[in-house]
């Protein structure tokens, strides 16, 4: 079916909750994002080990101890199966799950400037998210790009050598734009603003 | 400067003055509409055409996309669904936003640049069909190839190429900005 549905979902997720909860629990989000996307990239290998060592621990413990013939044989995860650079993304999604839970359920409601500038937050936060699970769906050009720089091939290019990027992100802000200056029917030129004679 | 991109230029600076005319909340309605049509003949066109070919082969006792007129066929079907969206977009007020263009200089042209880039969307996703069957065109003698250089160097820069993989995601965001304003 589609390979850009979960994108969207995620995406308007987050911009959802942005703009229901507000700039300040999406920037506490980020936050949290940020502080988890650090600790991963910097010790991911030894925190998931830790995970992983302790989850086998408590398993073994709870399944018969260090009796093998106690326990079965689909609960025998062999040592290095979450400390894969491949789970650090479900690290990732599990922290940003978590958050949005707590953002909704501990948020307070938004109006006015502050959904706006909380569903753009927000929409920011679905992108970082989206980007960490499925790279090369979300911003094509952009892995494209940082392959192409980390290879010693060809010059790097930027986004003004691709047009096709500018014109997306102008059409996005056109929409954008356009829709946040269309005046209510009630502000309209015309008759209707005019109220009706009485009697 | 060949026909063809002349008559694509032509076509963008008409869309934008159907913009200036009916006001871009409407115009945004019909880019939705043209989005859905762009995203339905993206995905499931081909599809769509196989299983068209099966039912009126099977009736007619021929397959049409295995006939020597099966560019031509394709182009018909793909371009005639998408006038008939483009069409049913322009006509009443279907996903239309509700409002007004703010007014003076920024309102004519906020209207004049949606109708353009929905002049961009139609006549370009046409000239996309065009080229993607070789110019089916050239055999009522409309088009005589090959295409002039600046017509070469439009061609990726068509909207298909560019927004197939975003067209989900601008309906999304079109929808939501409908809900959320």
Redesign the interface.
Known sequence: M????P??LI??LF??LG?RRGTRSQLMLLGALVGTWLVIASSGRSLLRLIESTSLFLLRAGLGGEHPELRPDYFAPQPGFLADPNTYPLLFVAVAAIGCGVVWHFGTSAAGLS?LRG?LVGALNGLWVSYVLFPE?VL?WARRVAEESSSAVGPTRVVGDR??VL??AA??G????????????G????LENIPPPEG | MGALELLWFVLIAVFALIGVVRG??KE?GA?ASILVGMLVLT?WGEDILNSLDLALGAAAGLSFLASPYAHFVQALFYIGFFVAMVFLAYHGETLA???????GL?GVA?NA??GA?NGYLVAGTVWYYLDRFDYPLRLFGLFSPPLTDLAQRLL??LPVP??Q??L???I???F???V??
């Open positions: 589609f390979n850009y549905l994108f969207t995406m308007t911009t959802m703009y959904s569903a769906r094509p047009p096709e014109i997306i059409v996005f056109l929409i954008f734009l356009a829709v946040r200056w269309i005046r209510r029917p502000m309209g030129p015309g | 871009y909340p945004l880019t995905e936003f509700r409002g007004y263009p703010p007014p920024p906020l640049l949606n880039v990726p820069f560019i927004l993989p975003y989900l995601l601008f999304a965001f079109i939501l900005m409908r959320l304003r």
